[in-house]
Every structure is written in structure tokens, then in C-alpha cells.
T-cell receptor
Framework: SQTIHQWPATLVQPVGSPLSLECTVE??????LYWYRQAAGRGLQLLFY??????ISSEVPQNLSASRPQDRQFILSSKKLLLSDSGFYLC?????????????FGQGTRLTVV | GENVEQHPSTLSVQEGDSAVIKCTYS??????FPWYKQELGKGPQLIID?????GEKKDQRIAVTLNKTAKHFSLHITETQPEDSAVYFC??????????FGSGTQLTVLP
């Protein structure tokens, strides 16, 4: 069966520090991968999505970047965090080739920038 | 890309009453219509979905209805219980490469 791992679960980082959040998927090949941010516990803002290794699409200009060094690994990074980067970050995957299928989410990372 | 609108943004119901959340989409190529439930501090999880060749689907107390002509689909929860309190998202699948979620509905079931 397929599983998705996302870590860490919580993170407190000072302004200006770097960030690296990791997400890995097991039990499937060539998944679509997504990073979302959720502020104020409501809307899901799509940050990045990837349809394959090295293929990253950015949805909004921001202080963050994403990479997909391996088929089932998706990393969210920042060189220097801002206070506005605080939020709940979610990684998700879906079957490749279509959005007409279920999305599976990780448990999320609560990031607080202080 | 897909434009998705979800209403209402907040909904409070008495325990035992019904709740209805509506999702409107723009992409006529959409043929997959899921609803996700997100409990506090967790990632969203699929609770029910429907494909465009079906008008309605039920799973115990929850149901989804689809009106492809009007481009909207709705989540119905009957006999609501406190554990139904959560944020609900629609995410109609279309011709875009990325998933598009509605803005979410905070459902509160009052005891």
C-alpha cells in the first residue's frame, strides 16, 4: 500500500534561518507531488507541484523553493525564512497523468518563524 | 485553469441536523468530484467522491450530488454528530495538471 511521510511535525525557526522540509512517498512510482501552505487553518494555497524528477512548477512568487531529487522525494526549502512563512505545510501526492483521482496528504508540518 | 468556489465558508448546525456544502467549478472537462475532510492539525482525507457519469453517491450519512450542467456539486451530511466538526474541501478534477481546492468550509456541530 502507498504511504506518505512528512517531517518534521513541528518546527520553530528564527527569522533569517534556512528551512528544509522533506516528504517521501512509498508504494507508488512517478507520482504527482504537491506542496501546500495553510494559513489560519483554512485554505490550501498551492506552492509547488511536480510531475516528475527535476520538474517543478511554482504557483506563487515567494521566499520558498522546491526540489525533487528522486522520484518519490519532494523537498521544500528556503535560504532565509521570513515571519510570513509561518504556517501549516502539507505535502500531497496523486497518481501521475491526471488530477481526476484522489490526493493523499501527509500529516503536515507546523512551522513557526520567530 | 479551474476556478473553484465553495460555500458557505462557515456553517454551524445543531447535532442531528443536516449540513450542505456547495462547490462550483468552471472547467467543463472536470469529471472527478471529491470531498475532503480535515481535522484539526491533520492533513485532509478523502471522504467521498463521484465521477461525472453518476448524479449521486451515498455512504452512510454522507452523500455527494452532482449537477454537471450547472457545474456544481454538493456534500450532504445527515444526522450530524460532533465528530463531523472539521474543515471540508472540494477539489474538482479537470484538465489542469495541478489539483485545485476550494477555499474550505468550517463545519461546527453544536451539541
Amino acid at each position: 500500500s502507498q504511504t506518505i511521510h512528512q517531517w518534521p511535525a513541528t518546527l520553530v525557526q528564527p527569522v533569517g534561518s534556512p528551512l528544509s522540509l522533506e516528504c517521501t512517498v512509498e508504494g507508488t512510482s512517478n507520482p504527482n507531488l504537491y506542496w501546500y501552505r495553510q494559513a489560519a487553518g483554512r485554505g490550501l494555497q498551492l506552492l509547488f507541484y511536480s510531475v516528475g524528477i527535476g520538474q517543478i512548477s511554482s504557483e506563487v512568487p515567494q521566499n520558498l523553493s522546491a526540489s525533487r531529487p528522486q522520484d518519490r522525494q519532494f523537498i521544500l526549502s528556503s535560504k532565509k525564512l521570513l515571519l510570513s512563512d509561518s504556517g501549516f505545510y502539507l505535502c500531497a501526492w496523486s497518481v501521475s497523468g491526471t488530477v481526476n483521482t484522489e490526493a493523499f496528504f501527509g500529516q503536515g508540518t507546523r512551522l513557526t518563524v520567530v | 485553469g479551474e476556478n473553484v468556489e465553495q460555500h458557505p465558508s462557515t456553517l454551524s448546525v445543531q447535532e442531528g441536523d443536516s449540513a450542505v456544502i456547495k462547490c462550483t467549478y468552471s472547467d467543463s472537462a472536470s469529471n472527478y468530484f471529491p470531498w475532503y475532510k480535515q481535522e484539526l492539525g491533520k492533513g485532509p482525507q478523502l471522504i467521498i467522491d463521484i465521477r461525472s457519469n453518476v448524479g449521486e453517491k451515498k455512504d452512510q450519512r454522507i452523500a455527494v450530488t452532482l449537477n454537471k450542467t450547472a457545474k456544481h456539486f454538493s456534500l450532504h451530511i445527515t444526522e450530524t454528530q460532533p465528530e463531523d466538526s472539521a474543515v471540508y474541501f472540494c477539489a474538482p478534477g479537470g484538465s489542469a495538471r495541478q489539483l485545485t481546492f476550494g477555499s474550505g468550509t468550517q463545519l461546527t456541530v453544536l451539541p
